[in-house]
């Protein structure tokens, strides 16, 4: 069974920082391409950020120069490092893998909320 646990949500103040975890399991983790969304209420959910099995990164152009997204495959985990956060990086933030396969499989989300 594959199952992805979002953790590290959460209020912090504009401005700061968030670092989001995504635990995987079910899956050979080191094949998978990993990726970040998010969605507000009444918008589809969005890319973030991915990663690719051999550690290749992409952005959106939303969080560039402030998201950083990492992998540690040994605890079969990818990360969300966030800083410089903005009243409108507040969402649902959910945890994506694709594996070798082309399966696709989602963590149930973690809140992110930002105060102006």
């Known amino acids: 069974q594959v199952q992805l646990t979002e953790s590290g949500g959460g209020l912090v103040q504009a401005g700061g920082s968030l670092r989001l975890s995504c635990a995987a399991s079910?899956?050979?983790?080191?094949?998978?391409?990993m990726g970040w969304y998010r969605q507000v209420p009444g918008k589809q959910r969005e890319p973030v950020a991915d990663?690719?099995?051999?550690?290749?990164?992409n952005y959106s152009d939303s969080v560039k120069g402030r998201f950083t997204i990492s992998r540690d495959n040994a605890k079969k985990t990818v990360y969300l490092q966030m800083n410089s956060l903005k009243f409108e990086d507040s969402a649902v933030y959910y945890c994506k893998a694709v594996t070798a396969w082309s399966l696709n499989y989602w963590g149930q989300g973690t809140q992110v909320t930002v105060s102006s």
């Open positions: 079910g899956i050979i983790f080191s094949m998978s391409a």
């Open positions: 990663i690719s099995s051999g550690g290749t990164t």
